[in-house]
């Protein structure tokens, strides 16, 4: 058994060097929180992640697919493109410019690096398709998301046709409101090999609007094989969403990824005004994460767990798939520990894919010494700590008659000049008599 070593748990922890040591991050959580509460939005009071995980489980027991340590949930199926997204190798998303005709205030593209200026300066895709076939990078999955990429049609085709020429194994996919398809295009990208086409949906649209792009994916079911729809789902819009799902379930679309609704680092006023409220704990590992999509509002993800039982208990066919968030995060992290790295101290977990290492301090760091020795262990090393001895998790089963305390670290590798560095990001609680290494 794993403790989260938070605000709440801290105080518990009887050794005050691991007390001292793990308070550090806890500090850093605060300030963080400190500072999103003057972005100008309310955290919701309570931490309703236990919860969440039992949701989980029980749709896990009816049914659904509780995937990708539980950040990712599904009915039915699930596009090869987000099972690629978990660890993110051979999986290319590009984009031609990121303008975009509409005005989603949940938007979180003004997030990217350079957003300006890629508003109003084209990419050149096929280019870059070229520049990754010279260089032999594998290339299973390739996507052209926005903005809106269909505002540049003649780039848009040429970009599949491209893909398709480059890597004639590859799966292609489209993201797109829709609002621009046409039938010439669509044939285009029939012709071209597309697998998928990605639509958007807002919510709040008029029941006109959305029609409309109820009937673009009608049509785009006549020409492109898997058809589907991603959309971030609000808090409050479950009838909403369960009516799309119905509806969606009629047209006979490959399936839906609901995503965890975020706040998008701006417009705050927006928010506030909708009575919106920050997520209690954003992220069980605070990190710099690539993914642009801010930060998560409370409810959405019971929203989305409320509608994958809804689409159990209706035995609809199409795949509903719950992206969290952190869903959308483990790829960057596997990518950056998949590094070779000579520290026989530290386990790539195959849950999260950070690297762990077990630690003790002081008085337990004797003790547990004393016991490695015993054993004939020596690969241990001394900890960056006075008295703290760093070690591999699987090791903790040495230790497992003895009433110490041992914090599990977690750490990513990162580049810094050319040199590759071993962060440290948080440390968690276990004791030896309670601890399996399939809980990291």
Known sequence: MIIEINESTLASIRNPELRSQAGQYVQIYQDFMDQVRQMGLDVEALDDSQQVAQRLSDLGKRGAIVRNDAKSVYTQRISGGCLACQRGIGSR????????????????????????????????VAAELDALQQSGGPAQHLALT?????????????FFQHARQNFPKAYTRLYTCGDQLE????????????????????VEDTPTARQHTFDQIALAREYIPNVMVEMPVLPDSREAMQEILLELERLGVFGINLLEFCFPLHNAQEYRARGYLIKARPFRVLYNYWYAGGLPVAGSEQACLDLIEFALEQGLQLGVHYCSLENKHTGQIYQQDLKPVKMNVLYFSRRDYFLKAAKVFGKDAEIAKAAFQKNGYRDYR???????????????????????????????????????????????????????????
Do not use: W
């Open 93 to 124: 998303t590009f984009f031609i410019s990121l303008k975009c005709h509409r005005d989603c205030f949940f938007c979180f593209n003004p997030n990217q690096e350079d957003y300006q200026h890629h508003r109003e300066h084209k990419r050149d």
């Open 146 to 158: 926005g903005g809106e990429p269909l505002l540049y049609k003649e780039e848009t085709i040429n």
């Open 183 to 202: 039938r010439e295009t669509l044939q285009a990208f029939k012709e071209a090999g597309m697998d998928e086409i990605r639509f958007s949906i807002r």
């Open 382 to 440: 001394a900890g960056d700590k006075p008295g703290s001895l760093v070690f591999h998790v699987s090791k903790i089963r040495m230790l497992k008659k003895l009433d110490i305390e041992v914090g599990i670290s977690t750490n990513v590798l990162e580049e810094r000049g050319g040199e590759t560095y071993l962060r440290e990001l948080k440390l968690d609680l276990t004791y030896p008599k309670d601890f399996r290494l399939s809980d990291i």
